[in-house]
C-alpha cells in the first residue's frame, strides 16, 4: 500500500534498545549467584569467548545507564537472571541479588528511562536442569513462585514485563541452543512437553502478573517473522503455511487464545511430537490474557515444498540455524534479498509484513525487543567506530515500522538489540550488535572502555525528533 500521508510515530512511543542478563552482566558466580545451563556450557565455537565476564555491567550499569540517558533511551529492555534471584531456581532467595535489580531499576528510574524486563532469556538454573528442566513439570511451579518474587520486588516500579524470551527458537533450535539432550530416544517429542510446560508456566505467570500487579502489562516475546513461499506454486504456499503454523502461530495462538493452533497440532500428531496435557492445564492457558505482543525480528524466511528427505534442510540465514523438515518443507534462500557477512538475509519490508500480521491475527499492541545488525566493528583511531552499515540498517527498519504505523498497526515501542556491545549466544564477542562499543576481544579483557559509535550519535538524534529525523 502507497500512502500519501505518513503517520508520525506516537508522541509517547518507546524508542528503547535491548540486552539479557547472561549476555552483558559478567560476574557469572558473584553475590550468591547460582549457575544456569549457560554458566555451564562448554562447547563454544573454536576461538570465541564464555559469557564469565561478558561486558561486565553488573558492575558498570551506572555507568551504562548514564551512556542510554545521553543516547536518550525512553526505555531499556533487559532480562533478570533467574540464578541471581534463586541460586537453585527455588528454594532460598538470594538477596544481593534482588538488591542489583533494585539498583539497576532505580538508576533507570533517575533518569526516567522505562525499566522493560524479561524474565526469562535462556538462562535457566542449572540446579532445575539437573532435575529435568522444564521436562519436568515441577519446573512450572519454580517459575511461577520466581514471577511472585519478581512481582513483589519490582512491580512497584517496572509496568511492562515479558515472560520467555524466544520460546519459539528454544523448541525449533534445541540443539543449538543447547535446551535438548541429543541422545534421547525421541528429542522433538521431549521438546514439545517442554514446550507445553513453557506455556502452563508462562500462563500462570501472566494470571499472577495481572492478580498482584492491576496497573502492569504483560506479554509473550517470541522471535516472529514473515515465511515467504519459494514461488507461487501451490505446494511451496502450503509449505509456507505449514511453517508459519509451526513457527509462529503455535506461540502465539497459545499465549493470547489458550488453545494449540489446529495445523500445528496436526503437525505434532503426525510426527508422534504431541505432548502430555493434564487437566486443567487449557483451561489456565486460556485463563490468562496478555496485554500486548513482544516480539523479535531480525530477517524474513523462505521456503519450498518439502522433498521428503535430508535434502530439506538448508541454511537460510544463521549458519548455526537450519530450516526445514522432511515432508513439512524445504528451507531455501531468497534471491530477492540481500545479505550480512554472517549470511543473515536483510529484509526491511518484510518487518513491516509481520508487523501487519501479528497485528491483523491478534488485534493486541506490538513492542519490538530485538532488531538490529551484527558485524565486526572496528575501532579506529581517535575512538571512532563507523559502524554506518548498522544505521543503514536500522534506519531501513525504523521506515518500515513507520510505515506498519501508517497502515493502522498498533506499535508503542522499538528496542532494538543491542543498547551495548555484549557476547553473541554463537560467536563470542567479535559479533558487535550494540550502539556502545566495549573495548575486549575474544580472549583479553583490556579495559573494558565505553566507546560511543556513530549509530550511538544517530540514534540519539532520532528518539529526539521522535523518529522524524532517520
Not at 549457575?35 to 564469565?52: L, Q
Not at 506455556?199 to 495481572?210: D, E, G, R, S, Y
Request: hydrophobic content about 35%; some cysteine; charged content about 25%.
Amino acid at each position: 500500500m502507497k500512502h500519501k500521508q505518513i503517520k508520525p510515530f506516537p508522541d509517547n512511543f518507546l524508542w528503547g534498545a535491548s540486552t539479557s542478563a547472561y549476555q552483558v552482566e559478567g560476574a557469572w558466580n558473584e553475590d550468591g549467584k547460582g549457575p544456569s545451563v549457560i554458566d555451564m556450557r562448554d562447547n563454544y565455537p573454536a576461538g570465541t569467548t564464555d559469557f564469565k565476564v561478558a561486558s561486565d555491567h553488573y558492575h558498570r550499569y551506572k555507568e551504562d545507564i548514564a551512556l542510554f540517558a545521553e543516547m536518550g533511551l525512553k526505555a531499556y529492555r533487559f532480562s533478570i537472571a533467574w540464578t541471581r534471584i534463586y541460586p537453585n531456581g527455588t528454594g532460598e532467595r538470594n538477596e544481593k541479588g534482588i538488591e542489583f535489580y533494585h539498583h539497576l531499576i532505580n538508576e533507570l528510574m533517575k533518569y526516567n528511562i522505562e525499566p522493560i524486563v524479561t524474565m526469562y532469556h535462556f538462562d535457566l538454573p542449572y540446579a532445575l536442569q539437573q532435575q529435568g528442566g522444564w521436562s519436568n513439570r515441577a519446573t512450572i511451579d519454580a517459575f511461577e513462585q520466581y514471577a511472585k518474587t519478581l512481582f513483589e520486588c519490582f512491580g512497584d516500579r517496572v509496568k511492562y514485563w515479558l515472560t520467555i524470551n524466544e520460546q519459539n527458537m528454544m523448541i525449533l533450535h534445541g540443539d543449538a541452543i543447547g535446551t535438548v539432550d541429543p541422545n534421547l530416544e525421541n528429542p522433538k517429542k521431549a521438546l514439545y512437553q517442554q514446550n507445553h510446560h513453557m506455556f502452563v508456566a508462562q500462563a500462570k505467570a501472566m494470571i499472577l502478573c495481572h492478580k498482584m500487579l492491576p496497573n502492569a502489562k504483560i506479554g509473550p516475546a517470541p522471535n516472529i517473522v514473515s515465511i515467504y513461499p519459494a514461488s507461487s506454486k501451490p505446494e511451496d504456499i502450503l509449505a509456507a503455511d505449514n511453517y508459519a503454523a509451526i513457527r509462529n502461530w503455535l506461540y502465539l495462538d497459545a499465549a493470547v487464545y489458550g488453545r494449540y493452533h489446529p495445523i500445528a497440532w496436526s503437525y505434532l500428531e503426525e510426527k508422534g511430537y504431541e505432548p502430555i496435557i493434564e487437566d486443567g492445564d487449557m483451561e489456565i492457558l486460556a485463563s490468562a490474557k496478555p496485554d500486548f505482543i513482544a516480539f523479535n525480528y531480525y530477517t524474513s524466511q523462505t521456503v519450498a515444498a518439502s522433498n521428503g528427505d535430508e535434502s530439506d534442510i538448508g541454511h537460510t540465514g544463521d549458519q548455526h540455524i537450519t530450516v526445514g523438515e522432511p515432508g513439512v518443507y524445504k528451507g531455501v534462500a531468497n534471491p530477492n534479498l540481500k545479505k550480512n557477512e554472517f549470511g543473515w538475509e536483510i529484509d526491511p519490508v518484510g518487518f513491516r509484513t509481520t508487523c501487519r500480521e501479528i497485528y491483523s491475527r491478534y488485534n493486541l499492541p506490538l513492542l519490538v525487543t530485538e532488531n538490529g545488525l551484527g558485524a565486526f566493528d572496528k575501532l579506529e583511531d581517535g575512538d571512532v567506530v563507523n559502524d554506518f552499515y548498522r544505521i543503514d540498517f536500522l534506519r531501513d527498519h525504523i521506515k518500515q515500522l513507520q510505515l506498519a504505523i501508517t497502515d493502522g498497526v498498533e506499535i508503542f515501542g522499538y528496542c532494538p538489540w543491542s543498547a551495548i556491545d555484549l557476547i553473541s549466544t554463537h560467536q563470542g564477542c567479535s559479533k558487535r550488535y550494540g550502539f556502545i562499543y566495549v573495548n575486549r576481544t575474544e580472549d583479553d579483557l583490556k579495559d573494558l572502555r565505553r566507546i560511543r559509535k556513530q549509530s550511538f550519535y544517530w540514534y540519539k538524534e532520532v528518539i529526539a525528533s521522535n523518529g522524524s529525523k532517520l
